[in-house]
Nanobody, 128 residues
Framework: QVQLVEAGGGSVEDGGSLRLSCAYS????????MGWFRQAPGKEREAVSV???????????DYNDAVKGRFTISHDSAKNTLYLQMIRLKPEDTAMYYC??????????????????WGQGTQVTVSS
C-alpha cells in the first residue's frame, strides 16, 4: 500500500513563502510522474504542478499558469520526497494542497484520474 503524507502547510501573509513536502512509502521506480493539486473552498480541485520521474520526460516539470514563476516542484529520490517551494504567495493561493502519484503515463497530467495515489492534504492560508 502506497502512502503519501504532506507537510509544510501553514498561515503566511501576502508575499510570504512556504515549502510543502510529500513523503511517500514506495520506490519511485514505479511512478511515472507526481503532481501537486489544490482545492480552495467552494471550488473544484485544480492541478498546480507536475514532475516526471521516468521515461523520456524524466526530470521535466510543468505548472499551472497561475503559479508559474512563483512555485517550484522538485523531487529527492534518496529521501522519497516530493517538494513544492512557493514564494510570493497571494491570498488566492489559499487552499488545501494535495500531492499525488501516477503509476503510468497516458493521461494528461492535469487530470485527476491519471493519479493512483493521493495524500491527505495540507492547508495553506495566505492573508492579505
Amino acid at each position: 500500500q502506497v502512502q503519501l503524507v504532506e507537510a509544510g502547510g501553514g498561515s503566511v501573509e501576502d508575499g510570504g513563502s512556504l515549502r510543502l513536502s510529500c513523503a511517500y512509502s514506495k520506490d519511485t521506480s514505479n511512478f511515472a510522474y507526481m503532481g501537486w493539486f489544490r482545492q480552495a473552498p467552494g471550488k473544484e480541485r485544480e492541478a498546480v504542478s507536475v514532475i516526471y520521474l521516468s521515461g523520456a520526460l524524466s526530470g521535466g516539470t510543468d505548472y499551472n499558469d497561475a503559479v508559474k514563476g512563483r512555485f517550484t516542484i522538485s523531487h529527492d529520490s534518496a529521501k522519497n520526497t516530493l517538494y513544492l517551494q512557493m514564494i510570493r504567495l497571494k491570498p488566492e493561493d489559499t487552499a488545501m494542497y494535495y500531492c499525488a502519484a501516477a503509476a503510468r503515463f497516458g493521461v494528461f497530467w492535469r487530470l485527476e484520474y491519471g493519479y493512483n495515489y493521493w495524500g491527505q492534504g495540507t492547508q495553506v492560508t495566505v492573508s492579505s
